[in-house]
Nanobody
Framework: QVQLVESGGGLVRPGGSLRLSCAAS?????MGWFRQAPGKEREFVAT????????YYADSVKGRFAISRDNDKNVVFLQMDSLQPEDTALYSC?????????WGKGTQVTVSS
């Protein structure tokens, strides 16, 4: 029912920044960002409630990434600062409902000199 489209990925040098966006086709509630590098398991990055009054981050990104949202526009953001080569991955957003989880196709983030 709900389609998710990520954008904002690209190539950035170590120490640089990127801002990812996840645009939803309709109303969403708690949303999350995940990432997966080739040959590795998909891992949790961050989650945010609809009210945006609480958020949770993986230890690996805490202090460097910030999740936010604009409910009027049905968009969730992921601000990524101080990027490291280890952050290179396909970043996807997720919306879970009682009917199952909805995933976007992802946007590629590559951190390299």
């Amino acid at each position: 029912q709900v389609q998710l489209v990520e954008s904002g990925g690209g190539l950035v040098r170590p120490g640089g920044s990127l801002r990812l966006s996840c645009a939803a086709s309709g109303r969403t509630y708690t949303m999350g960002w995940f990432r997966q590098a080739p040959g590795k398991e998909r891992e949790f990055v961050a989650t945010i409630r609809r009210s945006a009054t609480s958020a949770y981050y993986a230890d690996s990104v805490k202090g460097r990434f910030a999740i936010s949202r604009d409910n009027d526009k049905n968009v969730v953001f992921l601000q990524m600062d101080s990027l490291q080569p280890e952050d290179t991955a396909l970043y996807s957003c997720k919306f879970s409902t009682t009917m199952g989880a909805f995933w976007g196709k992802g946007t590629q983030v590559t951190v390299s000199s």
